[in-house]
């Protein structure tokens, strides 16, 4: 028997809501131009009524009830353990569960602390509305300590202090917003729908109503062009911000965006590795006067272990980009293989010999065959 639940999930959430319930207010993005991404392509917007969003809250409820009783009848005692979870997972067993059923009890299993809100703005709705969601979401889980959701920069800078106020109040404490970049060339060519001042006046507005902010920047997405523009404005907007958290997650141009037409065009050049982690030293450099935390988590960073928070970790991150540059060519290259492998995840992993001489063979065969 397959037990079918009915419940909508999103296709995307930031790498740090991997534990979180996703829960979905809205459909889509309302801007949906940003020529880099193509999360959305082709969908339409939509706000989606309080009552369905009501509806897949019960959903979950009842799923979690469920999977109590099965953890009772398996002995343990309604807690989502690997006894449970293995059972779920199992293609073994009476029972087949769907997918939204083994999301639910993934959740359960590390904790049910954490939920995130999907799609891509989701403050574009009605404050009551989100507010009467948030407060449906605490009555069904009394123990969720944390809701976050993303948002655009204008669309924070749409609502007043206030209302962001009573937002957080009602439990959605963090909010990722793609910064991407605070130079106004930069945001007009990748039509991100949004100037620099939109981003200051937004992100200030979050933190001034107590929401911890998350910025995502992207290195390398002004090109040949604007990266050195692109590095210290983008410092300049975040010096003004002053966000809990900068994420940098590199430009990939993927194929079939706005973005990659471009590039086949020659309207965009795009950089390589080391000329983007110049530009990401430029870019700390440039950041002053804020006590933000720098993550680097995502796997399209050449160095992952840019980790830390400023202004005291400042001079670590720049001597770890210091460190790579000093290091011969052909270890720099070694470590890209590396990392683009999936392999390496620090600089400190070159120093593994059986790892490094099979990258090491891969380079030079690259360089004899694909030069
Ligand atoms: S605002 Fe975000 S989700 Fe919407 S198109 Fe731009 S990058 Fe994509």
Redesign the pocket.
């Known amino acids: 028997m397959i037990l079918h639940t009915c419940y909508e999930q999103g296709p995307i959430r930031p790498p740090s809501e991997a534990r979180s319930l996703l829960i979905r207010p809205t459909r889509n993005?309302p801007?949906?131009?940003?020529t880099f991404?193509h999360?959305?392509k082709d969908t339409r917007f939509q706000l989606r009524t309080v009552e369905e969003i009501k509806n897949d809250i019960m959903a979950v409820r009842e799923m979690a009830d469920r999977i109590a009783e099965f953890s009772w009848q398996l002995g343990q005692e309604g807690h989502t353990n690997d006894a449970v979870v293995s059972f779920l997972f199992s293609s073994d067993n009476d029972h087949r569960f769907d997918d939204p059923m083994r999301h639910v009890a993934a959740w359960l299993y590390y904790g049910a602390q954490t939920v995130f809100l999907q799609d891509?703005?989701t403050l574009i709705m009605k404050t009551d509305d989100l507010l009467e969601v948030l407060r449906y979401l605490k009555e069904k889980f009394p123990d969720i300590s944390r809701v976050t959701s993303y948002c655009?920069s204008r669309t924070a800078g749409h609502k007043s202090v206030e209302d962001l106020r009573r937002i957080r109040e009602a439990g959605l404490v963090r909010i990722h917003v793609?910064l991407e970049s605070g130079s106004d060339d930069v945001l007009k060519f990748i039509r991100?729908?949004a100037t620099a001042a939109d981003h200051i006046e937004g992100g200030q507005r979050l933190v001034a109503a107590g929401i911890s902010l998350c910025e995502y920047v992207m290195p390398g997405l002004g090109g040949k062009r604007w990266s050195r523009e692109h590095a210290i404005e983008t410092a300049r907007v975040l010096n003004e911000i002053n966000p809990d958290h900068i994420r940098l997650r590199t430009l990939s141009v993927r194929r079939g965006t706005a973005l990659y037409e471009m590039m086949l065009q020659g309207e965009f050049q795009p950089i390589g590795d080391e000329e983007i982690l110049k530009e990401i030293r430029l870019f700390i450099e440039h950041l002053d006067g804020i006590e933000s935390r720098i993550v680097s988590d995502h796997i399209l960073n050449l160095l992952e272990e840019l980790e830390g928070k400023l202004p005291e970790d400042k001079e670590k991150f720049l001597g770890i980009i210091d460190r790579y540059f000093s290091m011969a060519e052909e270890d720099r290259l070694i470590f890209r293989l590396g990392r683009r492998r999936g392999i390496y995840r620090s600089l400190d992993d070159l120093s593994e010999p059986d790892t490094y001489l099979q990258l090491k063979e891969g380079v030079e065969r690259y360089q004899r065959e694909e030069p």
Do not use: P, S
């Open positions: 993005c801007w949906n131009k940003c991404c999360t959305y891509a703005d655009r793609g991100k729908g």
